[in-house]
């Protein structure tokens, strides 16, 4: 099992630094992502399943793990789109709080029988200190001020609370990060275009990644924001990786 690597420890990752057709800019403005979002909802979880060969489950529940949920705790599930991750959260007995800014993807997400909110991560309508944990899975990178994000997430949880941060990451391996970038701009755009309702997003979605800081980068952003003891442990070779962090009492 891949082990958790403490920020501090030296460390060998190789860096790169509407159902309408809509793909956002890098600039992630936020209507745009929005939009582009609303635009895969309907096929959005099918989607994922594809075009990850069913990491995504895998992934889903090795978030919970890290998270480490008890009975009777609050989560907020940010970027939660249509509440597949806050099922898996709900497993551990905790009340889960699914939070998106897409109306499209939570409304896509309706039938699912967990509560949900639409929120910006960048000024969340939530008092301070009002979670035990808080998670956000492969939403970071797509919003216009990440470190904001993470300042607010800080501010919602409680002291001791942790945060966890799921995430399209740098493989650690040559080979496979070749690899898995030829992927990502060739043949990702490929797929989406047989399974998803909005197949242009995913171009976007495949340069966001390759432009998202590597493993050590993202530890020492979330650090910088009043994170501490921030970790992080890699899944199928570094293609996603998991960030831990604690918020002092």
């Known amino acids: 099992m891949p082990r958790w690597v403490r920020l501090g420890e030296q460390v060998r990752v190789s860096g790169v630094a509407k159902t309408q057709s809509h793909r956002a800019s890098l600039d992630k403005r936020p209507h745009e992502v929005a939009s582009m979002f609303d635009g895969v909802a309907r096929r959005y979880d099918l989607t994922n399943t594809i075009i990850s060969g069913g990491q995504d489950r895998y992934w889903r529940r090795a978030t919970r793990k890290a998270l480490a949920p008890r009975p009777g705790e609050r989560l907020l599930d ?55 944990a808080v998670t956000i899975s ?40 070749t690899v898995y970038m030829e992927y990502l701009m060739k043949a990702l755009p490929v797929v989406a275009r047989t399974v998803s309702s909005n197949p242009d997003a995913y171009v976007y979605l495949a340069e ?5 800081p590597n493993q050590r980068q993202l530890a020492m952003r979330i650090a910088a924001t009043g994170w501490a003891s921030v970790q992080w442990r890699n899944l199928t070779g570094g293609i996603v990786a998991l960030h831990r962090a604690y918020k002092l009492g």
């Open 78 to 132: 940010l970027a939660a789109g249509t509440g597949v991750s806050t099922l898996e959260l709900q497993k551990s007995g905790a009340w889960c709080l699914a939070a998106d800014f897409s109306q499209g993807m939570l409304a896509a997400g309706q039938f699912r029988r967990v509560p949900m909110v639409a929120a910006d991560a960048t000024a969340l309508p939530f008092a301070d200190d009002s979670f035990d």
């Open 138 to 177: 492969y939403g970071l990178r797509n919003i216009v001020d990440a470190d904001l994000a993470l300042r607010e997430m800080l501010r919602v949880t409680k002291p001791g609370g942790r945060l966890v941060v799921s995430e399209f990451s740098t493989p650690t391996f040559p080979v496979l990060r």
């Open 208 to 212: 966001s990644i390759r432009a998202w």
